[in-house]
T-cell receptor, first 112, second 115 residues
């Protein structure tokens, strides 16, 4: 069984530019999460999807961050415009039955 | 208030010895789940072990066991017979309420296994 796929693995942009990350979940996993992990900290949830509907986006900075999950499968997370404090690893995770969350390798974003 | 507290920023252990990583949590929910994840320097989050709040027995997975003390709200991870490959960051996490809810993570403990 293939794991959670994410791309790109690394991205360097200048502040005020825009960037997008892509996540492909494990086949059949209905719930998808985007987490932000700042260096030295634990991951923090940005948004949770159940199929293609948003379940929890209470911690998503909606003035600059947006996310969608087309057809309940792949998901994209966008930042526009980026700030220096957005430098972090963005992790995508998915779950089938709700216990264990399977994480992708993450996208490491550096904003200069 | 912190929902997940990991008080040990760094821990050292000799190869083949056992080590305990501490985790305390705070919740008013009756139904919750506790997780431990390992994050090597490569960055991926690897699921290790899960304990449900209604589980009466402590969870075990190979060399990993979870010392669950509900009244004290602690969920410590015990790694037996440490190996060099166990050197990594370890995160305790909690899921409150129903299955599928978000995970709230602690700040992590950096474990170093010495030869």
């Amino acid at each position: 069984e293939a794991g959670v796929a994410q791309s790109p693995r690394y991205k360097i942009i200048e502040k005020r530019q825009s960037v997008a990350f892509w996540c492909n979940p494990i086949s059949g996993h209905a719930t998808l999460y985007w987490y932000q992990q700042i260096l030295g900290q634990g991951p923090k949830l940005l948004i949770q999807f159940q199929n293609n509907g948003v379940v929890d986006d209470s911690q998503l900075p909606k003035d600059r961050f947006s996310a969608e999950r087309l057809k309940g499968v792949d998901s994209t997370l966008k930042i526009q415009p980026a700030k220096l404090e957005d430098s972090a690893v963005y992790l995508c995770a998915t779950t089938l039955a709700g216990h264990e969350q399977y994480f992708g390798p993450g996208t490491r974003l550096t904003v200069t | 208030a912190q929902k997940i507290t990991q008080t040990q920023p760094g821990m050292f252990v000799q190869e083949k010895e056992a080590v305990t990583l501490d985790c305390t949590y705070d919740t008013s929910d009756q139904s919750y789940g506790l997780f431990w994840y390992k994050q090597p320097s490569s960055g991926e989050m690897i699921f290790l072990i899960y304990q449900g709040s209604y589980d009466e027995q402590n969870a075990t997975e190979g060399r990993y066991s979870l010392n669950f003390q509900k009244a004290r709200k602690s969920a410590n991870l015990v790694i037996s017979a440490s190996q060099l490959g166990d050197s990594a960051m370890y995160f305790c996490a909690m899921r409150e309420g129903f299955s599928g809810s978000r995970l709230t993570f602690g700040e992590g403990t950096q474990l170093t296994v010495n030869p």
